[in-house]
């Protein structure tokens, strides 16, 4: 005679794990005080947040990309180990550790290379601006009003196509031949942008690209002087 409720046997027991998160909204799931580990990553001319989650407690781990959840595991227990996910048909890897002291490391490789060797890779391949300017707000302007907002613009140009990517956004400019190189013309609100093209002169620099906000050189920024910074740019709406 068994004293268990037929509802508490064995073959009537879930396989589904019990801790999960399915019944809770995404935007409510994404805690920036659980990620344990943070990459800014650029891919095919956008540039991606990667985010890990590791409850060593509740066992679950997720990966946030741009602040969505890509993957998600509830109640693991093994708490070391490497998950697989995607970003624009590219392969990337986050491995999990075990180090001293009860402690975790944590690793990114994407397309088969480390965080740190695809990132220098793709500084040579890439061309990074970063500029903030000033734009109109339409809804004052209606009302007679004059209001500005800040807004911040990421501008990257791939060596090998040229092609040039403004907020992850693939823009499509024509250039123009000029004395010594290109010019590419382009408006972003009350901002005139010109990219240059020009012959360094010697075989080793190649060409020189610089970019002009409103004829104003905007300085070179480095993939790697923004890979761990929480700036707007990195953020989504």
Not at 55 to 80: A, Q
Not at 106 to 125: F, N, V
Not at 178 to 203: I, M, P, W, Y
Not at 206 to 226: D, M, R, S, Y
């Amino acid at each position: 005679m068994s004293f268990l409720s037929p509802t508490l046997r064995l073959e009537n027991l879930s396989t589904q794990p019990i801790m999960t998160q399915d019944h809770v909204p995404e935007d409510q799931r994404y805690n920036k005080q659980n990620i344990v580990a943070q990459w800014c990553v650029p891919i095919n001319g956008k540039m991606y947040r990667i985010e890990l989650e590791h409850g060593t407690t509740s066992g679950r781990r997720m990966i946030w990309v741009n602040g969505r959840e890509v993957l998600r595991r509830d109640w693991m227990f093994k708490l070391v180990g490497e998950d697989t996910f995607h970003i624009d048909q590219t392969r990337c890897i986050i491995r999990v550790d075990p180090a001293p002291g009860f402690k975790y490391e944590y690793s990114l490789y994407i397309d088969g290379k480390s965080h740190e060797l695809y990132t220098d890779e793709m500084t040579r391949q890439y061309r990074l601006w970063l500029y903030t300017g000033e734009a109109t707000d339409a809804e004052a302007t209606m009302t007679g009003a004059t209001a500005t907002t800040a807004q911040e613009y990421r501008i990257m140009l791939k060596l090998d196509t040229l092609s040039l990517f403004v907020n992850d956004e693939l823009r499509t400019e024509e250039s123009v031949f000029v004395h010594g190189g290109t010019d590419t013309k382009f408006l972003l609100q009350d901002t005139e942008f010109v990219l240059q093209a020009r012959s360094s002169g010697n075989k080793h620099d190649g060409i020189v690209h610089t970019l002009l906000a409103n004829g104003v050189p905007v300085p070179e920024a480095k993939i790697q002087e923004i890979m761990q910074e929480p700036v707007s740019i990195l953020q989504t709406n």
